[in-house]
Nanobody, 123 residues
């Protein structure tokens, strides 16, 4: 099994920045992709960004140019650097991982999920 633990969420003003971390443990020998999803109150969980096992990033259109996903293999940690935050970025951010993927933006492709970390952006 793979365990994921998110951290780094908090309250920030619009235009500010946060960096989220996703620490993975367990089965990490094989290559895997790690993604970030978010869920606002009353809305469906949506794709934010994914970094493939080849360290190729993919982003939702809504965050392109503002968010950066990266991986530190030595620390088994995936980061999501969020800049120029907007109130609509508010939500619970979840880290998820999979060892096989076809549609990188489909949450149903991901096998392992963290508990989430709250991000609140004030206007």
């Amino acid at each position: 099994q793979v365990q994921l633990v998110e951290s780094g969420g908090g309250l920030v003003q619009a235009g500010g920045s946060l960096r989220l971390s996703c620490l993975t443990s367990g089965r990490t020998f094989s290559g895997y992709s790690t993604g970030w999803f978010r869920q606002a109150p009353g809305k469906d969980r949506e794709f934010v960004a994914t970094i493939s096992w080849r360290d190729v990033p993919y982003y939702a259109d809504s965050v392109k140019g503002r968010f950066t996903i990266s991986r530190d293999g030595a620390k088994n940690t995936v980061y999501l650097q969020m800049n120029s935050l907007k109130p609509e970025d508010t939500g619970v951010y979840y880290c998820a991982a999979t060892f096989s993927i076809s549609n990188y933006d489909d949450l149903r492709e991901y096998n392992y999920w963290g508990q989430g970390t709250q991000v609140t952006v004030s206007s």
